[in-house]
Nanobody, 117 residues
Framework: QVQLQESGPGLVKPSQTLSLTCTVS??????????WGWIRQPPGKGLEWMGA???????YYSPSLKSRTSISRDTSKNQFTLQLMSVTPEDTAVYYC?????????WGQGTQVTVSS
């Protein structure tokens, strides 16, 4: 059974960097044709795809967030990490990590991140 679990601080101050880690079990982040993404949902809004890292380590970003986003991985821990820089209150959202294999088929439970001073 594939499981994903997000972890990180629930409160971040404006202008700081939001950092979240997704720990994967039941699959390897280096398995061919797997992509591992970050998606968020601001309050009252729809899902927004932020970016992904592929099985080879290649990264892909939403054009609207590319300048502030970095996704990396630690293959020894089977984890991948999101960093979102220079956050504002508009970055307040539930953040999800998910596996893509043709579609986003496995998701973490999501973690609430609030940007506030």
């Amino acid at each position: 059974q594939v499981q994903l679990q997000e972890s990180g601080p629930g409160l971040v101050k404006p202008s700081q960097t939001l950092s979240l880690t997704c720990t994967v079990s039941g699959d390897s982040i280096t398995t061919n044709d797997r992509y591992w993404g970050w998606i968020r949902q601001p309050p009252g809004k729809g899902l927004e795809w932020m970016g992904a890292i592929g099985y080879s380590g290649s990264t892909y970003y939403s054009p609207s967030l590319k300048s502030r986003t970095s996704i990396s991985r630690d293959t020894s821990k089977n984890q991948f990490t999101l960093q979102l820089m220079s956050v504002t209150p508009e970055d307040t959202a539930v953040y999800y990590c998910a596996r893509e294999w043709s579609s986003y088929d496995y998701w973490g439970q999501g973690t609430q991140v609030t940007v506030s001073s």
